[in-house]
């Protein structure tokens, strides 16, 4: 991934938030047909290993587990908040005209190994963490423990678990740092009179670059 300097998030706590708040990974692999992408809820252990480990499940007939070679590394892409930015929100549009549009995001990339884990017992426990992780914020929190035993033990046997120990953890946040003051107001002022479902936190992320 390209990442400018002034794009750069290096701090592990941050790109773990992210991972944390947005645990859909796109994990890209190189199989017997080349390059390919699964979209895969993952679990973060951040205290597991240097940059932390992740944890999640595939299906049993998905060829990724038996195809990735334990020492290849793979990439997991965790997509953060992004708007789209139009340049009639920079105050220097009326001052030169030397603007064109372009898109803010936030991006975290964890490289490591695919380890695979064949085991129901440790399959289970897997469920339920990351279960109770993307349950936590609702009232009444559904538990793996309610569904019947024998019904959750068979679907067991139809997934594989996964674990990347994250060997390398880049982070790109690219929320307007590039662009003067004035065209940096523009834009939260623009996104605040917007009705684009993210324009919130990406008002709160460009604030936070602006302290930083």
């Known amino acids: 991934m390209y990442i400018p300097k002034h794009f750069a998030e290096p701090n592990p706590d941050v790109l773990h938030e992210l991972i944390q708040r947005q645990p859909l990974a796109t994990i890209i692999t190189i199989g017997a047909e080349g390059i390919n992408a699964n ?31 334990s020492q290849q590394e793979v990439l997991a892409i965790f997509h953060g908040t992004d708007s789209y930015i139009t340049p009639s929100w920079y105050a220097s549009k009326a001052q030169t005209g030397k603007v064109v549009p372009t898109w803010n995001y936030a991006v ?24 109770n992780h993307n349950e936590a ?20 046997k139809a997934i594989v678990g996964i674990a990347i120990p994250i060997t390398r953890l880049l982070g790109k946040w690219k929320v307007s740092q590039n662009q003067p003051q004035a065209n940096q107001q523009g834009v939260i002022a623009g996104l605040a009179a917007s009705s684009e479902p993210s324009a919130a ?11 930083s």
């Open 39 to 69: 979209h895969i809820p993952l679990y973060l252990d951040p205290q597991a290993g240097e940059f932390g480990t992740l944890y999640g499940h595939v299906a049993r007939a998905n060829r990724m587990w038996q195809e990735q070679h």
């Open 108 to 131: 975290a990339h964890a490289y490591g190994p695919l380890q695979v884990i064949d085991d129901p017992q440790w399959l289970r426990q897997q469920l339920e963490r990351l279960t």
């Open 201 to 211: 936190a990406m008002i709160e992320l460009i604030k936070q670059r602006q302290s």
């Open 137 to 156: 914020s609702f009232e009444h929190q559904w538990q793996v423990a309610d569904a019947p035993h024998d019904y959750t033990e068979a679907l067991l």
